[in-house]
Every structure is written in C-alpha cells, then in structure tokens.
C-alpha cells in the first residue's frame, strides 16, 4: 500500500483471477441495467458510460447530480456482486457497507476532469475505487479547487481508498493508455466506485 495525500493505493490488490471474476460479475449487472451515456446539468455528454449496482445509482442530467433508486429507463439497480463487497471488506475499513457500486466504462479518448465525490451524506464513509482494464493516469488535487496536483497511472487490478483527509480532495482521471491491457476483449477501462449514500 502506498499514500499519496491521504488516498491510499493498493497496487495489484486483485490478481488477474480476481479481476476476472469481478468482470463476469459486472457484466450480469450490465445486461440488467445497460450502460448510458450520462449527461451533465449544463446538457453536456459525458465522454464515459455509466451504470451502477446497490441501492442506488448516481445519475447526472438536466436536473443535477444525485442518487436515484432507478437506471434512468426505468428499471431497478442490480445488487452489488459479492465479488465487489469483499474488496470493501478488505480494505474500506468501514463499518458499514456500501449502497452504490457506481460503474464507469472509459473507451478511447475517454476522461473524467476533476471533481469532489460530495453527494453523500456520511463523510465519515470513504470511497473506493476499482480500475479494471486499460491503465488509467489518476490525478489527485485539493479540496479547495486549484493548486498543486499529484498522478499516477492506475492498472488493472489497482484498489483506491479514499477516505480521512483524502475524502474530499479533488480527483479525476486525465486519460487513459488504450489498449494497453487485454483483460477486456474490446478494450476501455472500467472503474467501480463504492459509497455510502444515505
């Protein structure tokens, strides 16, 4: 495990056993809930596709960013594979679990500017991120935003926890190394974020 301004990083944490699991199990959640293309208020496309699992999906569009209990077409969250909830078991150190796996597809081009995850209601609660796939250049910031920023390239297999002093530091994703893993036949990095929402 390493630490860089409170995010703790967990290089290889899933072997490619794992992180095959993990996939097969995604790929259910999916063909319940498929894929879309978010929207931001300002009526910008997102260059990733999302979907989710748990209680509760974030979702973006005209009328801001939230939880909802429903895909935007109408049809309940899938659960959050048992594959997913003991990566937070591991390593969260939390006491409670988490009520969204939000699910992020990078394709070609694909990035994720900086932002705080603060649509929750517990802080107390960290966030914790899973990159599959494609290598990702991960950026970590401030909470104010601005200032000095640190990357590092995450890889398949990669856990991020992002609880403490990291909780609210800005944080996104520059760009991507496509093609650089096979774990995924078309390509593309797939990130699964937890949170506890309520």
Request: aromatic share 8%.
């Amino acid at each position: 495990m390493i630490e860089i301004r409170g995010f703790r990083i967990f290089p290889g944490l899933l072997d490619r056993a794992a992180q095959i699991r993990v996939v097969e199990a995604v790929r259910l959640c999916l063909a319940q809930a498929p894929l879309y293309r978010p929207e931001t208020p300002r009526g910008q496309k997102m260059s990733v596709r999302m979907s989710a699992a748990g209680r509760f999906g974030w979702v973006t569009d005209r009328k801001g960013y939230r939880y909802e209990p429903r895909h935007p077409d109408g049809m309940a969250w899938p659960g959050i594979p048992p594959e997913v909830m003991a990566i937070w078991a591991g390593v969260a150190q939390c006491a409670r679990d988490p009520e969204c796996c939000l699910i992020n597809w990078y394709g070609e081009g694909a990035r994720m500017g900086l932002h705080q995850d603060r649509d929750e209601a517990d802080f107390s609660c960290p966030v914790l991120s899973v990159s599959l796939g494609d290598d990702g250049l991960f950026r970590m910031g401030n909470e104010a935003r601005g200032g000095k920023t640190e990357s590092i390239w995450l890889r398949s297999g990669d856990v991020v926890v992002m609880g403490g002093a990291a909780r609210l530091r800005h944080h996104g994703v520059d760009r991507i190394r496509y093609g650089s893993s096979t774990l995924l036949p078309k390509g593309g990095r797939l990130n699964l974020t937890l949170r506890v929402v309520t």
